[in-house]
């Protein structure tokens, strides 16, 4: 599956960078976030401010477990 990253606003200001499934409109960790919000490609997860530490966290877990798949065949 590929990701992006999706904003979550406060009074028009971001206050966090979900990751999100390309076409998708809830984060990894639960989010609801708007159709509308700005995506950021997920190659800037680790160079934005304020990344939702669970979806990074669980992001980072997707990808270990795809390796693993990987690597053993299934
Ligand atoms: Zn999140």
Known sequence: MVYELKAEYEFRAVIAWHVVPVGGSRSLCGSP??????????????????????????HSGARRRARQDALTGG
């Not at 976030?33 to 304020?50: E, Q």
């Open 33 to 58: 976030l708007a159709p509308a919000s700005t995506i950021r490609p997920i190659s800037d997860l680790h160079h934005v401010h304020g990344v939702c530490r669970p979806c990074e966290a669980l």
